[in-house]
């Protein structure tokens, strides 16, 4: 039977109908309203309007922020206030009148990678998703790691250098101030102001340097932006170098919109996971890109909807 999968971002709320292979059926979306009563409607009508048509058994919505599970309730997202203190479950559920289950969508990500994606066959796999920040998501022994809470795996978060620059959540040095798409662009407007006459300097005069120019240009073969990306890269792999450590996972997928040139990336950061983790972990572990792209966020939310029981239904 088919489920629905709701991916909650920042900017548009995407719903789509998942049958049990995976595959897309139907979807729908809706920007994202910024008032509380706004968003819940439109999760509801985002819902309504994907299954129009289709036999549906279960619904789950992943959202963005840190997760307390019991009350089914967003505690903290920095980039959808809207969504913080409210009672998901009891909220959407009676509108909605399927079971529904409600989970992190760096959760969701992780989850539909080892389902349908990258990590499909393996038991143990480790996500990081790169985007304006870095989210997380774990599988361990064939299940979702979610901590006492349900906040856990918030892989963008463990300090990697104690003195570095502040990052979005108050703390400073955390992998994700060091490899997210914002520092991504962060480190490139530095190398512009340090090298005027590239192509990124000369750019930086016009306008702001994002993230995503670096990755244009990488692509074009600028050897500044290639080399902006390759140290991000090398970031990345010192807190994936950590997680392999700890986790003893078969496979690390790193995905997310921030990926652009994402084989780069994932060869600077390879060779850092071979520098510092250690055997037999890091003779192990195959670091992948994502492969289910876009629908990411659908397909894993869908993965992870239950029935009354808590039996998954895909
Ligand atoms: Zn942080």
Known sequence: MNVVGVDVGAT??????????GKVLGSARYPTAKTPEKLLSGIVRA??????????EGVCVAVPGLLLSQDSMVVYSPNLHAIEGIRLK?????????????????????????RFGAGRGTNHLVFVGLGTGIGGGIV???????????????L????????GPRCACGNRGCLEAFASGTAI????????????????GRLAAEREVLGEDVTRLAREGDEVALAVLKEVGRWLGIGLAGFVNVFNPEV??????????????????????????????????EVKE???????????????????SGAYLL
């Not at 819902?47 to 549906?56: E, K, N, P």
């Not at 399927?98 to 969701?108: Q, R, Y």
């Not at 790193?254 to 600077?268: C, H, I, K, P, R």
Request: proline share 5%.
């Open 140 to 154: 361990i022994h064939g299940q979702l790691l979610r901590g006492a809470q349900g906040a856990g795996g918030e």
């Open 47 to 56: 819902v309504s309007d994907a299954r129009d048509g289709f036999a549906v």
């Open 156 to 163: 963008g978060h463990v300090t990697i250098q104690a003195a």
């Open 90 to 114: 009891d909220e959407l559920e009676p509108k909605i009148k399927l079971p529904l289950t409600i989970e992190n969508d760096n959760s969701a990500a992780a989850w539909g990678e080892f």
């Open 252 to 285: 690390v997928v790193v995905g997310g919109g921030a990926m652009g040139d994402g084989e780069l990336m994932l060869e600077s950061a390879r060779e850092e996971i071979q520098v510092r983790a250690r055997p037999p972990g890091r003779d192990l572990v």
């Open 185 to 200: 662009g962060r480190r490139a407007r530095e190398v512009a102001g340090e090298r005027p006459n590239s192509v990124l």
């Open 12 to 21: 548009k709320i995407a719903a789509g109908v998942i049958s049990p292979e």
């Open 290 to 308: 994502a492969t289910l792209g876009p629908d990411s966020g659908v397909i894993g939310a869908a993965a992870l909807a239950k029935d009354h």
